[in-house]
């Protein structure tokens, strides 16, 4: 036998460093990692010790013979498909942690932000050997771990128990969690500077990218950042209200929080009500009227950014029928083995009959919207047709055909990532709406000089792209790049301690 990571695989990659043959890949230090949709275990290799078991946060891993859809078996036997993924050699090489000067005091650290990236740096820290620290966590709402509290969807708890992680970190010696406290407005970022050695931001990127289109901010025309934060009852949009009347949503853009946003507006009302989804969602939720969900692709399938777990946990949803609208690529004219697995998914979903569920997800591809229609409210969405176009940088991109097509829709949700913003007294690179940063150190974009005590973690550091784990290993980046500079003498002692 051999183990298979399943769906809710993190990627904080706590398998790949128990791996005794090295049989898990992509790891941190591989090409592919910060990308890479899931982690996968080579069956030719794994020798099923079952280490890697032992230290999943989100039980991801599981035995070949006890899956309950063996297909994720064939996901991570593809993997391996690829030339490069063949030759791992089978032990990985060993790194050695900086050097550290001589304390005569703990070296204090201000985190900003409690949700994962926030959380693994002070895992980091804490785990660094020989190391006095006094970590202190500041956290907005009175709630912590961010968006695995606020951001995963509700029928998704396995990978909301890396909490349970979070939560041993910082309850732990040397760490302090001080919730509503808001960084810029209770305390500035002098003040924090005043108290600490360093302040590292992992506030992450809480707005959303607009469309630009005419409509947009008619009523019913919202953002999935708001939906998603109202199903999970986020204080600042459990207040909100989304018309649930009409019998058709549109979701506009092709990541996992567009396929999670779909699966809320269609899933039955009894798998949502065990999970730790707000009351006052639940009971709007029941008396919905939306039996089908479009979600549009500017691109093709093959450039969907929603991955293949999250894609075949959706085909095995009771309840659910998904349709895909084509056409879709010739398989065998994709080089990428996890990308042509994902398109021959998606055919043979296309190929299916419908079941008679219910409720209906409609992936359909090649489609921007062009406008939001409606005079009062919105009635529809006005869609263009794309053909694909590579341009001079050899990225392919969408471009309209001028053919369009009317949807008549009652709610449009853009769904096309997240945004950070600015924060006081801070550099920000409007573009790529991050901290410019070298490694996790905060600089001045126009010098490159580090602003001295100041880093960022998470998607504030590399935009908002990766699973809950990604973060474990931009965090520690991070901390090894402060703890570099404290071993060279280049942080200023705190002059204060903060109450
Ligand atoms: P994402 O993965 O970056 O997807 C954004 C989507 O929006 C892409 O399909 C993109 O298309 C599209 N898009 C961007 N601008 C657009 C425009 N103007 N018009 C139409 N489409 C547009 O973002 P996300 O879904 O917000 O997810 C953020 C991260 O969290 C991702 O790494 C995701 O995997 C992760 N996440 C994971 C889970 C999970 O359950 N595993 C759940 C939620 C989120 P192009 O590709 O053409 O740019």
Aim: hydrophobic share 40%.
């Amino acid at each position: 036998m051999a183990y298979v990571i399943t769906r809710s695989c993190c990627n904080d990659a706590a398998c790949v460093a128990v791996c005794p043959v090295n049989c898990i890949h992509p790891g941190p230090d591989e090409p592919g990692y910060a990308r890479a949709e899931m982690l996968y275990i080579d069956p030719d290799t794994c020798i099923d010790c079952g280490a890697c078991v032992d230290v999943c946060p989100v039980e991801a891993i599981v035995a070949d013979f006890e899956l309950d859809d063996e297909r994720y078996a064939d996901l991570n036997r593809a993997y391996y498909a690829s030339p490069e993924h063949a030759d791992y050699p089978s032990t990985r090489p060993k790194s050695s942690p900086e050097p550290l000067p001589e304390q005569h005091s703990p070296l204090r650290v201000a985190i900003v932000g409690s949700g994962p990236a926030g959380c693994y740096a002070a895992e980091a820290l804490l785990n660094r050997k020989a190391l006095d620290v006094d970590v202190h966590i500041f956290e907005r709402l009175s709630q912590p771990w961010g968006l695995v509290r606020y951001g995963v969807a509700p029928d998704h708890q396995s990978t909301k128990a890396v909490a349970a992680q979070f939560n041993r970190t910082v309850t732990r010696d040397g760490a302090t969690l001080h919730l509503d406290v808001e960084v810029g407005v209770d305390v500035t970022l002098d003040e924090l500077l005043a108290g600490h050695h360093a302040v590292l931001y992992a506030s992450g990127a809480a707005d959303d990218r607009r469309l630009s289109v005419p409509g947009e901010d008619l009523p019913g025309s919202e953002s999935a950042t708001a939906f998603v934060g109202w199903y999970n009852g986020h204080p600042d949009h459990a207040g909100r209200d989304f018309d649930l009347t009409g019998d058709r949503a549109v979701v506009v853009g092709n990541g996992n929080v567009a396929l999670d946003v779909a699966r809320i507006l269609t899933l039955p009302v009894d798998a949502l009500a065990d999970t730790d989804i707000a009351p006052h969602a639940l009971s709007a939720l029941a008396g919905s009227c939306i039996a089908e969900v479009v979600v549009l692709g500017r691109r093709g399938a093959e450039h969907a950014a929603f991955t293949t777990p999250e894609l075949l946990a959706l085909t095995e949803t009771n309840g659910i029928d998904v349709v895909v609208d084509g056409p879709l690529p010739d398989p065998d004219d994709i080089a990428d083995p996890i990308t042509r697995f994902k398109v021959e998914l998606l055919h043979e979903i296309a190929g299916r009959a419908a079941t008679g569920a219910p409720k209906r997800i409609r992936l359909q591809f090649l489609s921007s919207p062009v406008e939001v229609l409606g005079s009062t409210r919105v009635t529809g969405l006005r869609v263009a047709r794309n053909r694909l176009v590579t341009d001079e940088h050899g990225a392919v991109r969408a471009e309209a055909t001028g053919n369009t097509t009317d949807i008549e829709c009652g709610l449009v949700l853009r769904s096309i990532g997240y945004r950070a913003t600015p924060l006081p007294g801070l550099p920000f690179d409007e573009r790529t709406a991050t901290l410019p940063n070298q490694r996790g150190r905060v600089h001045d974009p126009a010098t490159g000089t580090p602003l001295p005590g100041v880093y960022v973690a998470g998607w504030l550091k590399r935009g908002p792209s990766g699973g809950v784990g990604t973060n474990k290993a931009c965090a520690a980046e991070t901390v090894a790049a402060l703890l570099e500079d404290y071993a060279a003498g280049r942080l200023p002692e705190p002059r204060a301690v903060l109450r």
